[in-house]
């Protein structure tokens, strides 16, 4: 069997202007990056033209270790529909080099459902990694620069700052080190660490600004510490926001590719969903809505992570509203939530696939939480057996959703053809905007607690003694009327990676809270999360390799 980057090199891409005129975008406006990527400018955001336009959410039961295909149905859902005479554009987050190094390999979709090309948009693509890196790192080194000049400090107190460097690789000998070391000139020794640029805020807010001014400003709201007397400082006190806002320049404009059946695809952001909002940017959404009739979006893991935080933070801040929900489900997965291990997930195991379908049931409830519709999308693998999958629609049928089998992988837009009809039908019923799970005048929490209830099903809410301090700071800063970001394994519904199924009878632990306050939300931490994931003990960078006529190998 072909290899996800053999298939992708095989398909016949489109010169970028032919994908541009699909939607209407004239080429001059393009900004071209080679033949088959460019960067498309704010201008084409139209707020009418958004309103007549269905938005279709990708979400997920809760997933195995390998993931359950979110990018993958995503892709052949747009081409499924472009397959029967819809105009569809499909809206993505750009891969992280972490994951593509680490442990996941390729991040564009796989087999006859990918984007191309496939291995500029898993490397380096059109810089916009890079761009916030560099902004983060910039306001890293004017917060050190301005503890070690005293005449024109601002008086920060070295060890209240929260703000990290970040790089876009996993390497967890970063995550803590020590600062200024090698006397005077070096600087003023602390202790700090490195994040992923995945994970950070620089990152939450390129993909959650409107416009440069609304950049701009959000990037000054970012909170950096304490001065000594007390007073809270943040980015704008730097005078950081117009030089980082500089480097993103080029980085807030949305990057139009292609799917491999030549159906116009826009990828730009990638925060992480355990930790950030796990959505592609607000723009990108937008200007795909501003374009075409239907738009295919993803958020991050489950409904109870990207789902949530798509809702919650990304529409209610953006004024959009989706107008279905897909839940992405594998034969695979809902046996892993019926007990079985991963090891004998290819066997057929009928007892098994009714005992994990409570995993699914949840996350139907949890998109009606929101009142929007459900749609299950079983996403095929060759190992599912008919039984099994008769199982699955069974049980949805009799719950009132709607099912499609999805093969999207195997065959591309015609594998897709049957969850498209569906979500065409289900989308061209009216439906009133998504209601949030919480107001925002709400006690911070009472938002946590509604969160940590509703989408998670957890009895009560704990918070550390830590959790408690930050909280009250939350208040004294002005700050206790943002929406909640909660960081938490995506391996279960609770905040204990081991609770499989449909937990019931459990308590969320609130350990930490982090400030988002650029990015206008709160991040409680639930559980232990790392911001700079490790490597795997034989991670996919050992396979990964290029020629002497630039061919790369081993992108899976």
Not at 401 to 424: F, S
Not at 487 to 502: E, F, V, Y
């Amino acid at each position: 069997m072909k290899s996800d980057i053999e298939l992708a090199k095989e398909a016949k891409m489109l010169h970028i202007n032919e994908i541009a005129k699909k939607l209407n975008i004239d080429t001059e406006d393009l900004e071209l990056y080679g033949k088959y990527k460019a960067k498309i400018p704010l201008t084409y955001i139209d707020e009418e033209k958004i309103k007549n336009s269905k938005l279709i959410l990708v979400t997920a039961m809760t997933p195995t270790p390998a993931g359950e295909g979110k990018t993958t149905t995503s892709i052949g859902l747009a081409q499924g529909l472009n397959k029967i005479g819809k105009q569809a554009t499909v809206v993505l987050r750009e891969p992280s080099l972490g994951p593509v190094f680490g442990v996941k390999g390729g991040a564009a979709g796989g087999g006859m459902s990918q984007v191309v090309p496939m291995e500029d948009i898993n490397l380096h693509f059109t810089g916009d990694l890079s761009a916030v890196e560099k902004a983060n790192n910039l306001l890293a080194a004017l917060i050190d620069n301005n503890i070690q000049n005293k005449k024109y400090g601002l008086n920060i107190d070295p060890r209240t700052v929260v703000w990290k460097r970040v790089m876009d690789m996993n390497d967890r000998s970063l995550r803590n080190i020590v600062l200024g070391l090698g006397g005077t000139a070096n600087g003023i020794p602390r202790q700090s660490g490195f994040d992923i640029t995945a994970a950070s805020e620089v990152m939450a807010i390129l993909c959650l600004a409107q416009d440069m001014e609304d950049l701009k400003e959000k990037l000054g709201n970012i909170f950096i510490g304490y001065t000594f007397d007390k007073q809270p400082i943040f980015a704008r006190d730097l005078k950081a926001e117009g030089a980082m806002a500089t480097l993103l320049k080029d980085a807030l404009k949305p990057n139009l590719v292609q799917t491999m059946e030549n159906t116009p695809a826009i990828i730009h952001g990638g925060p992480f969903a355990n930790i950030a909002q796990g959505t592609n940017t607000l723009v990108a959404t937008k200007t795909a809505l501003s374009l075409s009739d239907y738009v295919v979006t993803e958020a991050g893991f489950a409904s109870d992570l990207g789902a949530e935080k798509f809702l919650d933070i990304k529409a209610r801040a953006g004024g959009i509203s989706p107008d279905a929900v897909v839940i992405v489900a594998t034969i695979r997965a809902i046996k892993y939530h019926g007990g079985v291990g991963l090891k004998e997930l290819n066997t057929s195991n009928v007892e098994a696939v009714k005992k994990g379908l409570e995993n699914i049931d949840k996350h139907i409830e949890n998109v009606r939480h929101f009142g929007l519709t459900p749609v299950i999308a079983i996403n095929h693998f060759v190992t599912d057996s008919d039984e099994e999958v008769a199982e699955v629609v069974k049980h949805c049928q009799a719950q009132g959703v709607k099912v499609a089998v999805n093969r999207g992988w195997e065959k591309g837009g015609e594998g897709a053809i049957e969850l498209a009809e569906v979500m065409v039908e289900v989308t061209s019923e009216k439906t009133e905007p998504f209601k949030p799970l919480y107001e925002l005048e709400m006690p911070m929490k009472e938002k946590i607690k509604a969160v940590a209830q509703k989408m998670y099903g957890a009895d009560d809410v704990e918070f550390s003694a830590t959790a408690q301090r930050i909280l009250r700071q939350v208040d004294d800063l002005g700050l206790s009327n943002l929406p909640v970001c909660i960081a938490k394994t995506q391996n279960s519904l609770s905040d204990d990676p081991k609770l499989i199924g449909r937990p019931k009878g459990f308590t969320v632990t609130i350990n930490s809270i982090d400030f988002a306050a650029g990015a206008g939300f709160i991040v409680p931490i639930a559980g232990s999360i790392m911001r700079m994931p490790g490597l795997p003990g034989v991670p996919s960078a050992e396979s990964i390799n290029v020629d002497n006529d630039g061919e790369i190998t081993g992108l899976f």
